[in-house]
Each structure stands twice: as structure tokens, then as C-alpha cells.
């Protein structure tokens, strides 16, 4: 994620600005930070104060790169674990997911709590991977 952490960070920063303020979109209830990486998670930022989710995202980093795929979908099903039905998670990743044997277990829990997953990938192709 090395040359797209920032614009990543920026984009997240955007979508939880979105949802700050007098003319925010939506409300959410609680935000939730999960990042994964490559060979971990981290630990995840759990909070309705808009500081600690802004700051959080922030101070997210990438570490050593050129190590994908990513534990993509630990990181949304860690995020899915605690969040509320009907909520919507983004995601933000420049490689495949390492972790794909968990794709149909994810995707069988998005829609059984009706979770709207949003997506944005910076990377190389996808294609044939």
C-alpha cells in the first residue's frame, strides 16, 4: 500500500467527514477501524467521537510492502464481528486478498446482517488473479 496509503487515508478521512457535522449524509452509531495487513490484523479503533476515528485513520501506516495479497477478508470480517446490521463498511486495499478461503463465509454474513460493502482498490490489475 506504500505510494497509495495517503490518497487512501485521504479518501477514508473523506467518508468520515461525510458523516460529521450539519450537513452530514447519515449517522452512524459507531465507526470502526479494521486494518489488515500482511502477515497480521491490527487491532481494531472502536468509537462515536469523530477525533479518535480521524486520528486513527491517520496514523495508519504501511509496513514493509511488496507483500501482497492482503488478509482482506479477516479485516472485513473482524469489522463485521461487532458492527450493527444495515451498516456499511469500506474497504481500502492495493492488493488481492490472501485470505480468500473465507470469501464465502464473509459474503454469507454480509447478507445475512444486510451490510452494504464498498470497496476501493489502487493497484495492479486483478485480472486472472
Not at 505510494?3 to 473523506?14: F, N, R, T
Request: with cysteine.
Amino acid at each position: 500500500m506504500g505510494p497509495y496509503i495517503e490518497l487512501a487515508k485521504q479518501m477514508a478521512i473523506l467518508v468520515a467527514e461525510s458523516s460529521t457535522g450539519d450537513a452530514a449524509s447519515f449517522y452512524p452509531s459507531t465507526y470502526i477501524l479494521s486494518p489488515f495487513n500482511d502477515p497480521t490484523t491490527d487491532p481494531l479503533t472502536v468509537t462515536n467521537d469523530s477525533s479518535v476515528r480521524i486520528n486513527a485513520i491517520s496514523a495508519l501506516t504501511a509496513s514493509g510492502g511488496g507483500d501482497a495479497p492482503k488478509l482482506y477478508y479477516h479485516g472485513v470480517n473482524a469489522a463485521m464481528s461487532i458492527c450493527e446490521r444495515d451498516s456499511s463498511i469500506y474497504t481500502f486495499t492495493d492488493a488481492s486478498a490472501k485470505d480468500e478461503y473465507l470469501r464465502n463465509q464473509v459474503f454469507s454474513r454480509v447478507l445475512k446482517l444486510s451490510i452494504r460493502v464498498y470497496s476501493f482498490y489502487a493497484g495492479a490489475s486483478l485480472v486472472g488473479r
